[in-house]
């Protein structure tokens, strides 16, 4: 087995040493019953080529030629090649989590970095070394603004990623924890203030919102934070895309910031590794959950940076730690800082533009096609809008698939209000001709090959 | 002291330079760019008018840097890093394998790498096709009934596990109060418990470090819903009693979740599904070689019998029976929504499809073969350096080892060296260290798992380096309890970390040093 460095004559030569007839001697203990005594049934062994051969098979059969309107919590951005090139080094790629101060200095200031551009984006105090993905961090950051508060009711918008929204309610079920959501407003898509007031109450933990919201409107999220706090309840933020970042107001008013990261440079990967964080007010910081990596001095006063404020976690605290969690998404994250860093203070802001743009001209051209129309068009909105169509997306999405398009997603399946209509995303990335091309295919206007 | 350290070889250490490098926003110029995007072909859309106040007036200050100066910084941090690249990674419980670069090859193939999780089925079957082959080959290595991928690293896993023990325990008509969880458990364990409602109750050890069956059967009454245990435990131990643990569970309507974090010890020779494991998680980032990648992505799969089937999180994959008519064998493959019983969702879209396809290029490059004589190795590697370590350092129990050995920093100690310090002192020969202090039942524990990655030579080089501080500890204590002293920090202040912390560079900080 060619991942294995031993000979057989070494092998022998090791029972030898260690005074074992044979292997099986090393497993004596595990009762005869239960030894297996034949082959896994699992594929035969296979030579590099073989399993590269198979594994291209596949991505064949996904097809790679269709041009995508898909967003909703997983965005198509343009990924830098030095984000593959660094995270591909072995003492990135094959190193533990940085429990050994000394000997991994280079992945605590990276987390360092990646704490410091995920504040700095935010407009939050604190950041961490990440969480396993937007969901479960929204989750998480309730569990949090449950602690901070002592409070044991959430108020949650339904415009936060329907997904989302399942994860939290998994990870609530066994708590005292009642959550209550609050609808949108019919014509802007955005939430219903209003709702929301009469929500809220001195037993809320926390309001949970997402900007852009689900729709891809943004919110007003200084009017949602008044309302949260009029009423002594933390206000949660979630972001599903974070490029928003570099044009749309960042939450200051939020308590709590639970974002997506995987549009920094993070491949699709049919949903995963993503990166989740969690980014807070300073004076939630103990509360937080997840790593957290810290700046000190060594016994020489030379800068280093160690994982620090640990007594918050499972393997010091066990039952009363604030998470369970312990393994994260640390070269995502690093995926995440090099791309910030490839973008840049400018590059950032010029990228969401692009998206802006983008988007605007997707929704202008197909929202122009007769028997179609945007829903909530008077709101602001990043790179995401609704479309409604008189026709039932199934129809338009094979027309689209003929021309190797996939359209946007139908809503119907958690909106059942929302009938014939769909969520379409236009990143960076989607060519004009194939916005064109969409909106002809709407319009049932023949294609030029 | 510090010269003759220096100079001279250590083990596999020669002294080299590292680069110092500022943080990166320390770097930073305005002006400077690492990026160009092709010009727009649709109008600009300005962001005052499109956005009003939801606008962002104030950038972020991020970094501004050229692509040279990106490529060096962050390969200069790396080469910070101990790696498993650069040699033996002993942490016990934390499997530090060999990740095979073919992995990282195929998780990037185009068609895979690039697609979004909804795009239509008809467009995904290859992705799903793979994630099927997965499902069947973990079912088949731990002899259970059904599994879901979902779960995003192991601790999430047992979240999933526990929350599938209690929705069972419902439907049963009682959710019961409490989980038995050994004092030999990874911390996960207890959090996981409490995270799901129940009560955590400690379950004392055996004097062999195991499950203690006396006292498990007193313990276990009519609240308890299920004992969490890591077999072989994290003495590296495999609880030849199991079949009774299990029974004893059973007896009393509880279930056995099984910590699968050491399966590396079991694949190919003995599967938990046989001997009366309920439900299990395994770490893809352990037994199944994805890689850490300094503390993540993890992939946790959850896998149980058939009882438990009903309540997997949504959504769960299933093949369409092919349509006969005309002429298919095979139907597509899809998701399936509709599972009244289900726990629910336990994060978005369907888990880290990345470790799939790396664990399943594992599995293909092994083969049944492979997969048998890796968990040999991995025991004989563990069994080798217990035997030659073990009449320098005190083994607490005698019992024996299956893929790691903990021995106990006793005979140091009353040198006055701990466990942590003979761990810093394997730095300077080249070794990352060990597992300190951990499991919690061996007073300053040394947990030592190599891996069936290390060649005869590296496991010499790890025993001379490990019988050579042995014998520092009997003649300089002092040059054992300051190490390090060949890395290019020293010990790392960590209370002053904790007490003022500082978790982000602000602009106009202090220059470094």
């Known amino acids: 087995m060619r991942y294995l460095p031993k000979s057989p004559a070494e092998r022998e030569q090791m029972l030898k040493t260690i005074g074992a007839q044979s292997i099986d001697d090393l497993f004596a203990i595990i009762p005869a019953e239960y030894r297996l005594t034949r082959d896994l049934d699992v594929p035969r062994q296979m030579g590099e080529s073989e399993i590269v051969d198979y594994f291209k098979a596949a991505g064949e059969k996904n097809a790679t030629d269709y041009a995508s309107f898909l967003g909703a919590g997983a965005y198509r951005h343009y990924r830098p090649v030095i984000i593959d090139a660094l995270v591909q080094r072995g003492e990135f790629l094959t190193s533990y989590t940085p429990y050994q101060a000394e000997i991994t200095q280079g992945t605590l200031q990276a987390i360092f970095e990646f704490q410091t551009m995920i504040a700095e984006l935010t407009g939050m105090d604190v950041a961490n070394a990440s969480m396993y993905d937007g969901s479960t961090g929204a989750a998480e950051a309730v569990l949090m603004a449950m602690r901070v508060t002592g409070r044991h009711k959430a108020v949650v918008a339904r415009t936060v990623h329907p997904e989302y929204r399942e994860v939290i309610g998994t990870y609530l079920q066994h708590r005292d924890l009642a959550t209550a959501e609050v609808g949108y407003d ?59 970042l570099g044009v749309v107001k960042p939450p200051v008013e939020a308590d709590i910031v639970s974002m997506e990261a995987q549009s920094f440079g993070v491949a699709l990967s049919y949903g995963g590794p993503f990166c989740g964080v969690i980014a807070a007010k300073e004076q939630y910081l103990r509360q937080m959950p997840g790593r957290l990596a810290g700046q000190t001095v060594d016994g020489d006063g030379n800068r280093g940076f160690v994982l620090t404020l640990s007594t918050r976690e499972q393997h010091i605290r066990r039952e009363k730690a604030t998470s369970n969690i312990c393994t994260n998404q640390a070269l995502v994250a690093l995926m995440a800082t090099i791309f910030l860093t490839v973008y840049g203070k400018e590059g950032i802001r010029e990228l969401a533009e692009h998206n802006l743009a983008k988007a605007g001209y997707a929704a202008k051209t197909l929202g122009d096609v007769a028997g179609a129309k945007l829903l909530f068009n008077s709101a602001p909105r990043f790179h995401e809008f609704v479309l409604q169509t008189d026709e039932q997306p199934a129809a338009w999405q094979k027309r689209l698939l003929d021309e190797k398009i996939v359209g946007g997603v139908e809503l119907s399946r958690w909106y059942p209000e929302l009938k014939n209509a769909s969520l379409w995303c236009a990143t960076e990335t989607m060519p004009r001709a194939k916005m064109d091309a969409a909106a002809k295919v709407l319009a049932r206007v023949a294609v030029e090959a | 002291m510090a010269e003759t350290i220096e100079r ?99 998780s990037r193939i185009e068609g895979l790498a690039e697609a979004h999780p909804y795009r239509p089925e008809s467009l995904a079957q290859g992705a799903l096709e793979l994630l ?65 409602g129940y009560q955590v109750e400690n379950l004392k050890s055996n004097p062999d470090g195991g499950i203690d069956l006396e006292a498990l059967a007193a313990q276990v009454d009519d609240d308890t819903a299920a004992l969490m245990l890591t077999n072989p435990s994290t003495l590296g131990v495999f609880e030849n009693e199991i079949h009774k643990i299990a029974d004893i569970l059973h007896a009393k309507g509880a279930l056995l979740y099984m910590d699968g974090a050491n399966m590396n010890a079991l694949v190919g020779k003995v599967r938990p599904g046989d001997f009366g494991v309920d439900v299990m998680h395994l770490n893809l980032h352990k037994t199944f070689s994805t890689p850490h990648g300094g503390g993540g992505p993890g992939s946790g799969p959850v896998a149980c019998k058939q009882f438990l089937e009903p309540f997997l999180p949504i959504p769960v994959l299933v093949r369409k029976t092919g349509n006969r008519d005309q002429g298919a064998g095979l139907g597509s493959l899809h998701w399936n929504y509709d599972r009244p019983k289900s726990v629910g969702r336990v994060r978005a879209f369907y888990g880290n499809t990345g470790m799939f396809i790396r664990a399943l290029a594992y599995i293909l490059a092994n083969g049944p073969d492979g997969l048998r004589q890796t ?52 730095i300077d020969y080249g070794f990352h260290p060990y597992t300190v202090s951990f499991p919690l039942i061996v007073h300053g524990a040394l947990m030592i798992e190599p891996t069936e990655s290390e060649s005869v030579e590296e496991l010499d080089l790890f025993v001379e380096a490990m019988r050579s501080i042995a014998e520092e500890v009997e003649q300089s204590p002092e040059l054992v309890k300051t190490a390090p002293h060949s890395t290019r920090v020293s010990r790392l202040d960590e209370v002053q970390a904790a007490r003022k912390p500082i978790l982000r560079w602000r602009p106009q900080a202090e220059p470094s040093k």
Not at chain 2, 157 to 162: K, M
Not at chain 2, 163 to 186: C, F, M, T, Y
Not at chain 2, 392 to 416: C, I, N, R, W
Request: with cysteine; aromatic share 6%; net charge positive.
């Open chain 1, 186 to 244: 019919a014509k802007t898509g955005r939430l219903d203030l209003k709702a929301l007031d009469a929500a809220v109450s001195e037993e809320t933990a926390a309001v949970l919102v997402q900007n852009p919201n689900f729709f891809g409107t943004i919110e007003d999220v200084a009017a949602i934070a008044a309302i949260a706090h009029k009423k002594g309840a933390l206000l949660i933020v979630s972001i599903a895309e974070a490029v928003s």
């Open chain 2, 8 to 106: 001279k070889t250590l083990g596999k250490i020669r002294p080299h330079q590292t680069q110092n490098e500022r943080l990166v926003f320390e770097k930073s110029a305005p002006g400077k760019r690492a990026y160009k995007l092709p010009p727009l072909d649709v109008p600009s859309v300005d962001p005052a008018t499109a956005l009003g106040n939801v606008r962002r007036t104030q950038p972020a200050e991020l970094p501004e840097l050229s692509e040279i100066e990106i490529i060096r910084h962050f390969t200069r941090l790396s080469t910070w890093n101990y790696a498993i690249d650069l040699g033996m990674y002993p942490l016990g419980s934390c499997t530090m394998k060999y990740n095979p670069r073919v992995n990282e090859f195929v």
């Open chain 2, 132 to 196: 099927e082959l997965l499902q069947k080959c973990l079912l088949e290595i731990t002899g259970m009934d059904a599994v879901t991928l979902q779960p995003a690293a192991g601790a999430h896993g047992e979240f999933t596990g526990i929350l599938l023990v209690r929705a069972w325990h419902e439907s049963q008509g009682n959710a019961r109060k409490k989980v038995l969880i050994p004092d030999s458990a990874h911390g996960t364990n207890p959090a996981t418990a409490a995270i799901c």
């Open chain 2, 375 to 426: 968990t040999e190795d991995a025991v004989l590697n563990a069994n080798y350096i217990r035997k030659k370590l073990e009449d320098l350092y005190e083994l607490p129990y005698k019992t024996p080892s299956m893929h790691e050995v903990v021995f106990s920093d006793k005979k140091q100690a009353a040198k006055g060296v701990k466990t942590g310090d003979i761990a810093k002192r394997l």
